[in-house]
């Protein structure tokens, strides 16, 4: 009798055990080794290749010391701080050298407690983690490479934009028309651009949060997520998507600031 009870019980456990191995051994997973090993040092390879070409090929002599009596036009951070240099252009100061960088390493230490999607561990999957890639090379690539890219190779003297094939003019002149967002919007009075420009920058967040949290509630995403890391995850979203707005409305619109008080600038 205990024999006839326990086998049911063994079956299910069996064919527990070959469902978990067939899932494991799902077509397009490869051993990391040696496939994967081997890739990486081919890839390193090349890499370190095309690194000693190009050092050698390229001319980039050590500069005179610096001279007080000749200060550089323009005169510019290391390349890798380039893109803190830029965003300064965008936002106030303490915005741009304390507040934003200090949540991109804020964001990337919460990752792992907001990230509720267990695929992807142990393998490399596309398909399955279209969100955070997406929003990875977004704001790697196109935020912070961009910006590094846009500091080196088109700003010019005065820390003027310039296409690559122009001349770097020291003398260019370029005439600022540059004004709070709340001006531009008919606010004359300091209370009007006051209340103007906390409008614009509580509706953008937690604006766009809440009303996200409206149309996305009855998602199954949104349910395994919770209400916190939801907010954590839109709080750190728009923030970052608030580094293109303000630079479309920059280059586009000429705008300054969005909201503008006594203590700090957005």
């Keep these: 009798m205990a024999e006839a009870q326990a086998t049911p019980a063994a079956a299910e456990a069996g064919e527990t055990v070959k469902k978990a ?5 799902l077509p397009g997973r490869i051993h990391t ?3 994967l090993v081997r890739l990486e040092l081919l890839v390193s390879i090349a890499v370190m290749i095309v ?3 190009w050092s050698i090929v390229l001319n980039a002599p050590t500069e005179e010391p610096a001279n007080p009596n000749r200060t550089p036009n323009p005169s510019k951070a290391p390349w890798y701080f380039l893109g803190l240099q830029e965003m300064l252009v965008y936002f106030d100061p ?5 507040v934003l960088p200090a949540l991109i390493i804020v964001g990337l230490m919460v990752i792992p407690y907001i990230d509720i999607n267990p695929r992807g561990s142990g393998y490399y999957t596309i398909k399955e983690r279209k969100f955070a890639l997406t929003v990875f090379l977004f704001g790697f690539l196109v935020l912070w ?3 590094i890219i846009l500091g080196t190779f088109f700003r010019g003297p005065g820390w003027y934009l310039f296409m690559p094939w122009q001349y770097w003019d020291p003398h260019k002149t370029v005439a600022l028309t540059n004004v709070d967002l709340p001006y531009q919007l008919g606010a004359r009075t300091k209370g009007a651009t006051f ?3 906390m409008v614009a920058v509580f509706g953008f967040y937690p604006g766009l949060a809440i009303l996200g949290q409206l149309l ?5 995403w949104f349910k395994q997520l919770g209400v916190v890391r939801y907010h954590i995850v839109a709080f750190l979203f728009i923030i970052m998507m608030s580094l293109p707005a ?6 586009a619109f000429n705008t300054k600031y969005i909201w503008t008080t006594r203590y700090i600038n957005f």
Excluded: C, Q, S
């Excluded at 191995?21 to 051994?25: N, P, R």
């Excluded at 996305?216 to 199954?220: P, Q, T």
């Excluded at 303000?246 to 280059?251: A, D, G, V, W, Y």
């Design 216 to 220: 996305f509630r009855k998602r199954d």
């Design 94 to 98: 303490w915005m741009a050298g304390v």
């Design 195 to 197: 209340i103007v420009g």
């Design 21 to 25: 191995a067939k899932e494991v051994d």
């Design 145 to 147: 490479i961009a910006l």
């Design 33 to 35: 080794w040696p496939y």
């Design 51 to 53: 690194m000693t070409v």
């Design 246 to 251: 303000k630079i479309i409305l920059r280059l």
